[in-house]
């Protein structure tokens, strides 16, 4: 097992059959929901009213171009603006492995304005809030990419996991994307197909929080991997909690929705959720 500082462990205690169908050919990005950090307004910036231009759908709309010979600019825009990074980030609505991601720019000019970004996969936490939520997340950075780009072809490490893509500048100038391709296969699909194949059991977690949560078996453990590396060997387990202090491990069942069970504060635990 590996711990890094975004608690983030990756496990192979244990290999878990998974179901589905692969996804690695088709873009995954497509027509899913997204989201912009602000967005350019024409009218304000320009005082013009005759074009559309902006919104963060354009990037997963399929059309890689910027202007339409009516003047339109299909690309996501963000605003620039004091003290706020610019970023745009999509909701793959399901969790998947990411294997590429395909960004595309300006064309026309203004090449800087897709640039000094990080390209983010972000496995949200079992209470997370949506675009609220973004920020609590697991997070995995495939990819800086300093210099301005037209178009850039970012591929991520091995067994990266998640549901949302960031493309999140270092800076507050202005992030233009015409259009994001993501390339990867569903995981957890119990109703696709029944061929099997296998894949590495992956744990997100939260340092300082609990888990308010069924309770399937106490323990006294050496430290938080060995916590977590036991609720993985366990078929109900969803949850490994830890606390430093006494070394007790507290095995716990599924989260439901969020609602009936969830994170809690508390600075001596550290909260691990199998996904």
């Not at 600019?73 to 610019?86: E, G, I, M, P």
């Not at 996991?161 to 990867?184: H, M, N, S």
Request: some cysteine; charged content about 20%; proline content about 3%.
């Amino acid at each position: 097992m590996q711990n890094d500082d975004s608690g983030c462990v990756t496990g192979y205690a244990r290999n878990v059959m998974k179901y589905g169908v692969p996804f690695a050919d088709a873009n995954i990005a497509l027509k899913k929901p997204t989201k912009l950090s602000s967005i350019f307004d024409p009218e304000i910036k320009q005082g013009r009213t005759d074009y559309i231009c902006c919104n963060s759908s354009f990037a997963v709309d399929g059309d890689k171009s910027s202007l339409l010979a009516n003047g339109d600019f299909l690309c996501a825009h963000s605003d620039s603006l004091a003290n706020q990074q610019s970023w745009w980030a999509v909701d793959l609505q399901n969790v998947y492995v990411i294997n590429d991601v395909d960004i595309f720019g300006r064309t026309d000019c203004c090449t800087y304005q897709l640039a000094n970004f990080d390209v983010e996969v972000i496995l949200p936490t079992c209470t997370y809030n949506h675009w609220n939520g973004l920020e609590e997340g697991c997070k995995i950075n495939c990819h800086y990419q300093s210099t301005e780009s037209q178009r850039i072809t970012v591929t991520c490490p091995p067994n990266t996991k998640g549901r949302f893509i960031r493309i999140k500048r270092r800076d507050t100038a202005y992030l233009v994307i015409c259009d994001v391709e993501v390339y990867g296969n569903l995981i957890n699909n119990l109703h696709e197909s029944g061929v099997a194949s296998t894949d590495t059991t992956y744990a997100c977690g939260k340092i300082g929080y609990g888990y308010v949560g069924p309770v399937i078996v106490t323990s006294v453990a050496k430290s938080n991997i060995q916590c977590t590396s036991t609720c993985i060997t366990k078929t109900a387990c969803s949850a490994a909690e830890y606390d430093k202090n006494t070394n007790v491990c507290t095995l716990k069942a599924e989260c439901f929705n969020g609602t009936q069970s969830s994170l809690y504060q508390d600075n001596d635990k550290r909260v691990f959720l199998i996904q």
